[in-house]
């Protein structure tokens, strides 16, 4: 069955840079695409990008300057990168499937100075 | 980009009532294929959101047929007929027409 789990560093300072993997099992990611996710707490769902069974990618406008989402098939991993961390990027980051029909159960990073 | 502006509903909510929730995109969601890329969401506490509803009124695997999603091109209904303990949370609508995709700020179910 299909499974997603993110892996994050839990907190980073400001202005740093954060990864966060998400490691899938169930699907091929070359044919199916990974979107990423985020909750800031206590708000909504703000949708970040998605790379796609292609390898292609589109990211929020929002986000694009700051935003790299890549692969790695052999190990079916997700990557999310965001760089010039502030403090309103404090959230829990979400990897979901394509379809949006599976997600993993997030992982909460804290931005602080 | 798209908004998303969803309704509130009047909680708490009698167990056992049936109860609508809205959402209204700025633009339409109807693609030329025919199908209109409208999701929604159950997030219950502590949880990842869960997809309810695809395609505006088409119910995702597993999902109890308590839920039907019905609407426009730019206005949406999510009914629960029967709410039940298990039902609360926040629900969400979506939009999958363009990027980037947006969501409703959510719609909070309670049971009394």
Redesign the interface.
Known sequence: QVQMKETGPGLVQTTQTLSVTCTVSGFSLTSYGVHWVRQAPGKGLEWMGIIWGDGSTNYNSALKSRLSISRDTSKSQVFLTMNSLQTDDTAVYYCAERDFDFWGPGTMVTVSS | ?IVMTQGALPNPVPSGESVSITCRSSKSLLYSDGKTYL?W?L?RPGQ????LI?WMSTR??GVSDRFSGSGSGTDFTLKISGVEAEDVGVY?C?QGLE????????TKLEIK
């Open positions: 980009d999701n969401y997030q990842s959101p869960q997809l695809y995702a695997s969400y979506q990027f980037p995709f947006t969501f409703g700020s959510g």
